[in-house]
């Protein structure tokens, strides 16, 4: 089944085209299934002080959910349309992150960390913290606030789980250990994870997880499904056709797919 379950849009501020845009573009390129998942809006900083286009602005919300209802019914006989959210996990605002997630009726819901504390580890415009923090240390960092995320069982899987890696920075501890803890939690609490391909349009030049993470993941049973993250609607479906050639080579062949938050398992 062709599937992108990770996309972005104009709402966010740092992605372009409309909904519609993408949808029509999911027709023209054959997905069966086409994930609308924008960020949810910013809870913990202040969105006229921080800097711009980080996430979609609170009032708009409710338009974004509206939209896509009137996009999946209007397009039902020629794409499957599903709903969802990226809600990022931010430690110590869970109460907040569930009142949101539960407000809305969504097919599904990615558990994504792009922030520590106030610093969103994958903003290209905030490398400059990297250079009076310790690389280790903010790499266990992050892998603590996954495995946190992991345990409030909001979510349904975790996006791009090594996604601390963007930029290329590289721990000089081994992280083995850390992962297998993360994708153990993930079994234990059973989630699945995605293949991120976006990776590979980012400097690490690599898709998230890494290889020997989707062979732990397998070994683990741990559900997998696949997105684009596409931030235009040029984007949608890229490296997709890699991503599912990985996964059949490690011996996986099935995709977890999602409707009113149960997950469906379809062939790959």
Known sequence: ????????????????????????????IGLQQLGLSDHMPLIHVDPKTYLPGMAMPADELPKYVEECFLLKEKYKDQIDIKIGLEADYIEGYETEIEKIISSYSWDYVIGSVHFLGEWDISDSRQLDHWESRDVDKVFVQYYDAVQKAVKTGLYDYIGHIDVIKRFGQKPKSDMIEMERQTLNLIKEHDLAIELNASGLRMPVEEMFPSKRMLIESHKLGIPLTIGSDAHKPEQLGLYLDQARNLLKKIGFTQLATYDQRKRIMVCL
């Open 1 to 28: 089944m062709l599937i992108d379950y990770h996309t972005h849009h104009e709402r966010c501020g740092h992605a372009s085209g409309s909904l519609e845009d993408y949808v029509k573009k999911g027709i023209e």
